[in-house]
């Protein structure tokens, strides 16, 4: 079946652009989440959702990050006015309630 | 969730069982221990977890000692497609109310050769 997947798989933005990460979920999977991951590092939490109620998002750098899941199934993560240490690879996640995570193939922002 | 210390790096040769260690000496007694891969330019993939038995799928076995301070993912028969970074997690179990993200570290890069 299809897995999680993840659009673009590649962005190059400017410094001080918007972006907007997209994720679809494997249907049915309740929990979403993002994290990002730097070059040689571990991924890192940054929101989790619970159908379209955001119920964590205490791993969000700042206020320029937002992420939506309005209806309970496919999710964005925007970055307003990027930096460039905002350059990392976004990786999005399902599961069905607390079960193990599934993961996307990443989004490898580039901010120049 | 508790930290967990991994080595940094590990060969293993092709057809030869990889046996990728984890110290985890915090741990409380309602956390898992889970595994997850990361190849090349992929999204991480689930393992294996367990509590305090030993536990085997189709992938992996995962041996946890009995005072659950260390645990070891074991891969029988590694191949070329098993090179990956390995990363061992502690967390709490969400059936039992726990927060439900994963915290990873740096792993283990796992590189078989032949």
């Known amino acids: 079946g299809a897995g999680v997947s993840q659009s673009p798989r590649y962005k190059v933005a400017k410094r001080g652009q918007d972006v907007a990460l997209r994720c679809d979920p494997i249907s049915g999977h309740v929990s979403l989440f993002w994290y990002q991951q730097a070059l040689g590092q571990g991924p890192e939490f940054l929101t989790y959702?619970?159908?379209?109620?955001?119920?964590?998002k205490s791993g969000l750098p700042s206020d320029r990050f937002f992420a939506e899941r309005p209806e309970g199934s496919v999710s964005t993560l925007k970055i307003q006015r990027t930096q460039q240490e905002d350059s990392a690879v976004y990786l999005c996640a399902s599961s069905l309630a607390g079960l193990e995570q599934f993961f996307g193939p990443g989004t490898r922002l580039t901010v120049l | 969730d508790a930290k967990t210390t991994q080595p940094t790096s590990m060969d293993c040769a092709e057809g030869r069982a990889a046996n990728l260690p984890c110290n985890h000496s915090t741990i409380s007694g309602n956390e898992y221990v889970y595994w997850y891969r990361q190849i090349h330019s992929q999204g991480p993939q689930y393992i294996i977890h367990g509590l305090k038995n030993n536990e085997t799928n189709e992938m992996a076995s995962l041996i946890i000692t009995e005072d659950r301070k260390s645990s070891t993912l074991i891969l029988p028969h590694a191949t070329l497609r098993d090179t990956a970074v390995y990363y061992c997690i502690v967390r709490v179990s969400i059936l039992t109310g726990g927060g439900n993200k994963l915290t990873f570290g740096t792993g283990t890069q796992l590189k078989v050769e032949l």
């Open positions: 959702f619970q159908n379209e109620a955001q119920l964590d």
